[in-house]
């Protein structure tokens, strides 16, 4: 396992372009779905590791039950949270 102490630091040919929303994700978390907590910081996306359901809370507070995800599918939503109750998908992670 990397350590998260020490950030590594590798060549980057395009450290000068400018970020996009259709850029590649730079940095990412591992998201734990709470019915009581938002997320850390808002991601650009969500990819699901174990095929499901995702419910999410956009920034309108409102919930909203994306139904069958596959594995590897990206969900291109910005949410404020990912909720427990509803959520049958595993291994979510935000990339940002």
């Not at 591992?30 to 996306?45: F, G, V």
């Not at 909203?64 to 291994?91: H, M, Q, W």
Request: charged share 20%; glycine share 6%.
């Amino acid at each position: 396992m990397a350590d998260t102490a020490t950030p590594v630091w590798i060549p980057d040919a395009f450290e000068t372009f400018p970020v996009e929303l259709d850029s590649p994700a730079a940095t990412f978390y591992a998201i734990t779905p709470s019915d009581s907590a938002r997320l850390p910081k808002r991601p650009r996306a969500i990819r699901v590791g174990v095929s499901g359901d995702v419910n999410v809370t956009g920034s309108d507070n409102v919930d909203v039950l994306f139904k069958n995800c596959y594995a590897g599918e990206i969900l291109d939503v910005r949410p404020v949270a990912v909720k427990a109750s509803g959520t049958t998908a595993a291994n979510l992670v935000a990339l940002l």
